[in-house]
């Protein structure tokens, strides 16, 4: 099955610095990507995905990249905020699977 | 309604004591996943249900877990005889059709077993 690994396990920014936080997975047929939201207490929300079809997709101030050869892709936080401080899952699935398989979450703190 | 509901939002039992955790997804979902999270953990993938197909229960733990979805809505996740591993946050989360794209996640169920 999949297998999805996550670095890293806590990131600390300063405000306005970007952040950045890795995921790998095992299975090649894995073609959808999701990254999620966890504020504390909070339920997870999605945030941005991405298909094996595109290498990189952006929204304001998030962007994800997609390396299908070398099986990783990435989180990318530009001019960090405050708000932005949350614990941040990436995932990973193949249709056949029909379900995703989570990382083990990446505690991200934005420093005023 | 306009989200995945959960219930209940927190629920403490004693050891040995069976619990049912209640999820109704967003009208007109065909999917619904239940994921266990454990304090500092990632989510862990418990059962999946896709319309009328059998469900994909490869995720449960031990025999102590079940799941049921009726008429294609609500879904309740049982868990027989508790232990104190079982305490963790239980959250459902339902999808518009046969794929995993875009779950939308309920709130969860804070179960501890004292």
């Known amino acids: 099955g999949e297998n999805v690994e996550q670095h890293p396990s806590t990131l600390s920014v300063q405000e306005g610095d970007s952040a950045v936080i890795k995921c790998t997975y095992s299975?090649?047929?894995?073609?959808?990507f999701p990254w999620y939201k966890q504020e504390l207490g909070k339920r997870p929300q999605l945030i941005i995905d991405?298909?094996?079809?595109?290498g990189e997709k952006k929204d304001q101030r998030i962007a994800v990249t997609l390396n299908k050869t070398a099986k990783h892709f990435s989180l990318h936080i530009t001019e960090t905020q405050p708000e932005d401080s949350a614990v941040y899952f990436c995932?990973?699935?193949?249709?056949?699977?029909?379900?995703?398989?989570f990382g083990s979450g990446t505690q991200l703190t934005v420093l005023p | 309604g306009a989200g995945v509901s959960q219930s209940p939002s927190n629920k403490v039992t004693e050891k040995g004591k069976d619990v049912e955790l209640r999820c109704d997804p967003i009208?007109?979902?065909?999917?619904l996943y239940w994921y266990r999270q454990s304090l500092g953990q990632g989510l862990e993938f418990l059962i999946y249900?896709?319309?009328?197909?059998?469900?994909?229960k490869s995720g449960l733990p031990s025999d102590r877990f079940s799941a049921e979805r009726t008429g294609g809505s609500v879904s309740t996740l049982t868990i027989q005889r508790t232990q104190q591993e079982d305490s963790a946050v239980y959250l459902c989360?339902?999808?518009?059709?046969?794929?995993?794209?875009?779950?939308?996640f309920g709130s969860g169920t804070r179960l501890t077993v004292v």
């Open positions: 995932a990973a699935t193949s249709g056949s699977a029909r379900q995703l398989t």
């Open positions: 009208s007109g979902h065909t999917a």
């Open positions: 991405i298909r094996s079809n595109v």
């Open positions: 299975d090649s047929a894995s073609n959808y």
């Open positions: 249900f896709q319309g009328n197909s059998a469900p994909d």
């Open positions: 989360a339902s999808v518009t059709g046969e794929s995993s794209y875009g779950y939308t």
